[in-house]
């Protein structure tokens, strides 16, 4: 009687299938151990931020050292404000309807501005923030320009007949208003476009900076641009 040493085909294919994995896994083990440097590869292998940049390990006293300044110097700006008030406070004396519709004004040339900005610093992260053009600043500006005064527009329609139907306002008063609103969506777009860019071709962080600068900027001008109008068209309504 004769034994046969041979296996099932089936046992003769697995073992044939190990040998060839063998190596494989050796050969990985090898250039695992040869090349420490690509296990560190992946996010936490990213280019170290910029000095003076947060991080999200960052201490208090480097959050307030790094802030604080610039907050320091926007408050500042922001003192205009006070000034543009005294400056036109005899309109403001002769119409104290114009006094009820400042922080509207000035909100929406918050609310516009930033989502201009916030739109091109995603663009800037996305782009590389040393391959933008000034040419393609100003094509930026100019199309965040028209937007806002479209936009401007679309708001005037919607909230004059508000002010005028439920809040009673006077005719010269609204009219400053509906002037207003297209004039500061104007400046704010075109603003917000512009800020991004500019402040990192100075080297400073935007998502840092551009906030407050256009918080200020916009209460400032946008006061002046508002109290402007108001005395132009109540001065030529009186006459």
Not at 59 to 66: E, G, K, N, Q
Not at 101 to 116: A, D, K, T, Y
Request: with cysteine.
């Amino acid at each position: 009687m004769v034994v046969s040493t041979r296996g099932s085909p089936r046992k003769v294919e697995e073992s044939a299938e190990l040998r060839q994995r063998r190596p494989r896994s050796s050969s990985a083990a090898k250039a695992a151990v040869s090349s420490p440097a690509a296990a560190k590869e992946g996010p936490a292998a990213e280019a170290p931020a910029a000095d003076g940049a947060e991080g999200e390990g960052s201490t208090i006293l480097a959050i307030v050292r790094h802030r604080t300044p610039w907050l320091l110097l926007f408050l500042g700006g922001l003192l205009l404000c006070a000034k543009v008030m005294h400056n036109f406070e005899a309109i403001l004396e002769r119409e104290l309807e114009l006094a009820y519709f400042v922080p509207m004004l000035i909100g929406h040339g918050g609310n516009s501005g930033g989502q201009s900005s916030a739109h091109h610093i995603r663009t800037l992260d996305r782009a590389g923030r040393g391959n933008v053009r000034l040419s393609q600043v100003l094509r930026c500006a100019r199309t965040e320009g028209c937007a806002g005064l479209v936009q401007g527009l679309l708001l005037t329609c919607a909230v004059g007949p508000c002010l005028r139907l439920v809040m009673g306002t006077s005719l010269r008063v609204l009219a400053v208003v509906c002037i207003t609103i297209p004039t500061l969506s104007v400046f704010a777009n075109s603003l917000g476009a512009i800020l991004p860019f500019a402040v990192t071709r100075l080297g400073a962080d935007p998502a840092v900076i551009v906030g407050p600068l256009m918080t200020t900027s916009i209460d400032t001008v946008g006061l002046a641009i508002y109290l402007t109008v108001a005395t132009a068209l109540i001065s030529v309504t009186a006459a």
